[in-house]
T-cell receptor
Framework: EAGVAQSPRYKIIEKRQSVAFWCNPI?????LYWYQQILGQGPKLLIQ????????DSQLPKDRFSAERLKGVDSTLKIQPAKLEDSAVYLC???????????FGEGSRLTVL | DAKTTQPTSMDCAEGRAANLPCNHS???????VYWYRQIHSQGPQYIIH???NNETNEMASLIITEDRKSSTLILPHATLRDTAVYYC?????????????FGQGTELSVKP
């Protein structure tokens, strides 16, 4: 079974530039999550989708972060404009919701200079 | 959301059992205890979860106290590959709405 795919693996940008991350969940997984993990900390939930609808985006900084999952499969997370404190690993996860067992991708590491 | 408390770090000798404690004294009756681990430079990996009863799978055992205020994850024969950060999480909500909120976790070092 193919796992959660994320790209790019690494991205370096300057502050005030924009960046987009892509996630392809495991086939058939209706729930998709984006987490932000700053070095030395646990992952922080940014947004949760159920199919193509948003379940929870209470921790998403909506002035600069946006996410979409238009067809209920792939998802894109965008940051515009980026700040230094956005340097982190962005993790995508998917689940067959009821079990709470999330499958994580390897993450996209963002460095903002 | 119920909060969890874990030791920051622990060491374990290779081949011995690793016992990782977690305190969740404010857990509610319908909240599950989940354990994940994160090996360096990888995404977190699901290990096991439970509600009241002890659980065992091919990776680990989960022991939950009768009052549900604490639990212990047991890796019966730790190997060097088990070196990772282990997260104990109380899952809020039910079914599709439940979300996982990660804390700081316990950094387990398995030594030869």
């Amino acid at each position: 079974e193919a796992g959660v795919a994320q790209s790019p693996r690494y991205k370096i940008i300057e502050k005030r530039q924009s960046v987009a991350f892509w996630c392809n969940p495991i086939s058939g997984h209706a729930t998709l999550y984006w987490y932000q993990q700053i070095l030395g900390q646990g992952p922080k939930l940014l947004i949760q989708f159920q199919n193509n609808g948003v379940v929870d985006d209470s921790q998403l900084p909506k002035d600069r972060f946006s996410a979409e999952r238009l067809k209920g499969v792939d998802s894109t997370l965008k940051i515009q404009p980026a700040k230094l404190e956005d340097s982190a690993v962005y993790l995508c996860a998917s689940s067959i919701s009821r079990t709470g067992e999330l499958f994580f991708g390897e993450g996209s590491r963002l460095t903002v200079l | 959301d119920a909060k969890t408390t874990q030791p920051t770090s622990m060491d374990c000798a290779e081949g011995r059992a690793a016992n990782l404690p977690c305190n969740h004294s404010t857990i509610s009756g319908n909240e599950y205890v989940y354990w994940y681990r994160q090996i360096h430079s990888q995404g977190p990996q699901y290990i096991i979860h439970g509600l009241k009863n002890n659980e065992t799978n091919e990776m680990a055992s989960l022991i939950i106290t009768e009052d549900r205020k604490s639990s212990t994850l047991i890796l019966p024969h730790a190997t060097l590959r088990d070196t990772a950060v282990y997260y104990c999480i109380v899952r809020s909500g039910l079914g599709q709405g439940g979300k996982l909120i990660f804390g700081q976790g316990t950094e387990l070092s398995v030594k030869p």
